[in-house]
Each structure stands twice: as structure tokens, then as C-alpha cells.
């Protein structure tokens, strides 16, 4: 199984472009999420998706938007890239809000 | 405001050298607190769910525990391969929205 699949794995952006982070899971799951990890602030959520069709903010949601367009596949997209999104990127699943998460490999941005 | 505060930041052990590390919580309701391990450039991988005070969950040499407003991750005899940031989450109240610690850096020397 793969489980969670992020694309790309890294990614070089000018302040202003504009980008989407790929995810997608295997494993049937209803839920997905999008966190950002910083040296010192741990894992943040920024958006999730309890089921298909559903979108919710999360902690700190500024800048990005986000589509689930199926039950598989959840994306996350920076319309006007700023050095402060700089960061690594995680996409992560879960079958019922109790059970632990399944987490991919992570992005990892730079913002220039 | 739900807190999850992990300590130390940072442990060194010999290999073999059995030592433990901390998650305090203060939240209403604890629904389940988590233990993920994340190796460098990867993403954090579950090993336990703990939902009430009393109950232990093991795996190899990690054996995990919980009270009413801490968890303990024990690690017996270390290997270098234990090597790792663990973090731990905890999930409270009417959200099933975890908030997750910083995370503990562990090393364990040969």
C-alpha cells in the first residue's frame, strides 16, 4: 500500500507565484488534513476535510486554500506565495476522528 | 485554551540506557492522546492511541502510558535505531482535532 502520496517533494518559489500541493490516499479514508511544520512551533493544521465535500479552516489557514475533489485526493494550493510559507508541508488521512493519522512523506517549500 | 507540552526537547542516551519521556496535557475531556514518531525528513508515524488514565499500550522496547494529565513514553534499552523525534497529540472536548507537542529529539548513541 502507499498510503498517503504527496507531490512534489520539493519545490523552489518566487514570492508572488503561485502553487498546489498534491495528496492523494489509498487507504479509503474519510478524512484529510494539511499541516505545516516549523522548527520550534510543532505541527500546525491549516486545513481539513472531515468527509468529501466538506472543507474546514484549521490554525492558521491565511494564504491557502484548499479542494478535496474526491474521497481520495485533497490539495492544497498558495495563490501569492510569501517567504513566510516557507515550511514543510504535510498531508495526512484518517478513517474516524479517534484513530491516529497516516501521514505522507511531506513537502518541503522555500519561499525566495 | 488545550495545552500539550512534551519534555525534555532533546535527550542523548548511551544505547541500553532505559529512560522515559513526557506529554503533559491540560484540556477538558481528554478523548485520546497519540504517539507518533517522525525520522528526519519524513513524516510522523503512528505507534499508540491511549483514551483513558491507567492504560498502557507496548510495542518492542516503547511502552507508552497515560494518567490524568500525563503520558510517558518509556523506552527499555534503546537501540540507535530508536533514534528519532517523538511527538505526542492530544485530542479533547467536542473536536476530534488533535493538538500536538514539539516534539522530544532522541538520540541514542552506539
Given at each position: ?5 504527496q507531490t512534489p517533494k520539493f519545490q523552489v518559489l518566487k514570492t508572488g507565484q503561485s502553487m498546489t500541493l498534491q ?13 505545516r511544520q516549523d522548527p ?23 494564504g491557502y ?10 490539495s492544497l494550493r498558495l495563490e501569492s506565495a510569501a517567504p513566510s510559507q516557507t515550511s514543510v508541508y504535510f ?13 505522507g512523506s511531506g513537502t518541503r517549500l522555500t519561499v525566495v | ?40 525528513g ?69
Open positions: 500500500n502507499a498510503g498517503v502520496t495528496c492523494a490516499q489509498d487507504m479509503n479514508h474519510n478524512s484529510m488534513y494539511w499541516y520550534g512551533m510543532g505541527l500546525r493544521l491549516i486545513y481539513y476535510s472531515a468527509s468529501e465535500g466538506t472543507t474546514d479552516k484549521g490554525e492558521v489557514p491565511n486554500n484548499v479542494s478535496r475533489l474526491n474521497k481520495r485526493e485533497f498531508c495526512a488521512s484518517s478513517d474516524k476522528g479517534s484513530y491516529g493519522y497516516t501521514f | 485554551e488545550d495545552q500539550v507540552t512534551q519534555s525534555p526537547e532533546a535527550l542523548r542516551l548511551q544505547e541500553g540506557e532505559s529512560s522515559s519521556l513526557n506529554c503533559s496535557y491540560t484540556v477538558s475531556g481528554l478523548r485520546g492522546l497519540f504517539w507518533y514518531r517522525q525520522d528526519p519524513k513524516g510522523p508515524e503512528f505507534l499508540f492511541t491511549l483514551y483513558s488514565a491507567g492504560e498502557e499500550k507496548e510495542k518492542e522496547r516503547l511502552k507508552a502510558t497515560l494518567t490524568k494529565k500525563e503520558s510517558f513514553l518509556h523506552i527499555t534499552a534503546p537501540k540507535p535505531e530508536d533514534s528519532a523525534t517523538y511527538l505526542c497529540a492530544v485530542q479533547a472536548g467536542g473536536s476530534y482535532i488533535p493538538t500536538f507537542g514539539r516534539g522530544t529529539s532522541l538520540i541514542v548513541h552506539p
